[in-house]
């Protein structure tokens, strides 16, 4: 069960990581960041 | 979790969502170059954000004792894992990315006529690949611990490095000479904290030799081997805690093993004592080790202790050599002079190969002691419970309500998940697991 929490501790930081990658990749585009 | 740890455990992953993320907003400072499509730059964020996670692996098996605490080794090691493959999908979809928005970067595959930026990310990508697989399937590729340790480090090193050096080389994002220098500030880092459990670490331990004391066969196949601190006072663990082992006139070695502390926490001195049973790799050497063997002790780790969880009464339940770290918690308690119950279901495969069994039953005289035995091939007469501990064999023998004792588990996986499921359907808590899983390396 201990290892389940780990499960879902990496499975939260690869969405944490993947959403701010969205959030990177859309500010760079986006004119503010020209 | 202690509230204590709560906070500590959130502050520590906050912390490190912060290294992964970080070091890639920064890149969004200062001066920037041209814009290209969304793709390409989310593509760049996931590859920043693969790097800094492979990077920060290195923290993850550092041993850093205030960082892995909160959640115990076997838990921190399982999470190294997970995010291996996290960031292996991260590193591998960032090239792919790139090559299906424009194929003719395929061209960039061939290691011949590829710039040295290329070269490099192939290098990075293809050690990170056979690190996981190897990982993944080192028992069925059936490759020794030892050969695969050293293997994984290596891997790990060139991916790290190769990686570095692709990002570097191709430069887009670090013109800025203070954003070069924050990315190789990090990269220094990660192989610091390489250097700190390899050569810093080690350099302390020399300093602090055990000498072998005692060298006994148990029951089932196992062996307790007794170890002195050799000039020095030693150190004080908890019942449940662990420690790692390497043999040897040099704390220099790569490999070092896990095993469970079996004395009591509660012993003067400094002694203490390791039981490991013969599992046929190199645990089939402990027999042979000559008393006065040089041996260094990196410890104690783990949060499997009953001094976490104060508790009106104790259950331990434990498979095989899962024994260990239980027989060291009885052990303390009886130092302890303490009177709170205790139940101790035992499972083993047969009757001959329970270790401990008769210094147990010699416990049961100092402490509130009840242990259940519970045999897979039990001998002719025998009248205690039979086959595997489950659900039935717990409601048998534990008081309810069911969720107010704290369960202390170690055994062999598929018996440690078919408790985890047991205690479930009692509807015991999650908080009141605790188990410790030795097969965590």
Redesign the interface.
Known sequence: ???L???W???G??V???A???L??????SSE?? | MQSRFVVRSIIW?AL??FF??GP??AL?AGS?PP?????T??S???GY?GLA?MGLQFGLTARLRFVTEP??E???Y??HR??SL?AV??VVAHPIILFVIQPERLALLNSFTAPWRARFAALSTYSLIALVVMALWRVKLNLRYETWHVTHIVLAVLAVGAGVAHMVGWSFYLADPWKRALWIFFALFWIALLLYIRIIKPFFMLRKPYRVAEVRRERGDSWTVAMQPDGHAGFRFRPGQFGWLTMGSTPFKITGHPFSFSSSAAADGGRVEMTIRNLGDFTSEIGDIPVGQRVYLDGPYGAFTIDRNPADMHVLIAGGVGITPMMSIVRTLADRADKRPVILLYGNKDWDRVTFREELDKLKQRLNLTIVHVLEKPPAGWTGEKGFINAAVLERYLPPPFADHEYYICGPDVMMDAI?SAL?QLGVP?SK?H?E?YSFV
């Open positions: 069960m201990r290892r929490f780990a499960d501790l990496a499975l930081t690869a944490v990581v993947i701010m990658s969205v990177f990749a859309f500010l760079r585009t960041l020209h | 992953t490190y969502l992964i993320l890639m907003f969004l920037h814009v290209r499509d969304f793709w730059e989310f760049a964020a996931i954000a996670m959640w115990g076997d838990v921190i399982h999470f997970q995010m996290i999908g991260l985890e479930s999650l697991y188990s899983r």
